[in-house]
């Protein structure tokens, strides 16, 4: 993990890459809202949660006008929008938005997919703390299932939902 200076330091150089970027292609460019997204999943990590939600909102935004509602890049804006709302404890809010990221990546990758597997799993951390063990049992269960398959038992990220799963009991 990155420290905060570092943080700090990845922060400034991409609000400068995003000013660029936006005076080049304009506002409305995929290319800009993807840099927003990434500037707000840094701004997430330095635990700047109004500006993280504004900087993935406006992301969500013009990838929703650009590629459209039901775009894989929507579905990513509206994922890391769900984790701040999970960190926010706004519970209802990011079951909302893990939902909607499943329901797009699901339908235009399938079910065995690891944006999927993404989804399922941070859509089951909002389950265990709203107190649906059962149904986080059963989403880390169908996470697991499609990290093993894509990336095998050792990647960090298999064995992380592994772990989850383990102290679900």
Known sequence: MASSTELREQRAAM?????HLQRERGGDDPDVATALRDLGRVTHELGEMEDAQALLRRAIAIHTLTMGAEHPDTATDINHLGLVLHDIGDLDAAHNAFERALS???A???NNHTHVARDVNNLAG??????DNFSARTALQWSLRI???HL???HSTTKS???NLRLLG
């Open 161 to 163: 939902v592994a772990r």
């Open 108 to 110: 235009h990758f399938g």
């Open 147 to 149: 990290y093993v398959e």
């Open 152 to 154: 095998g038992e050792d």
């Open 104 to 106: 797009i990546d699901e």
């Open 15 to 19: 609000e400068l890459a995003l000013e």
């Open 126 to 131: 909002v389950l265990r703390d709203m107190g």
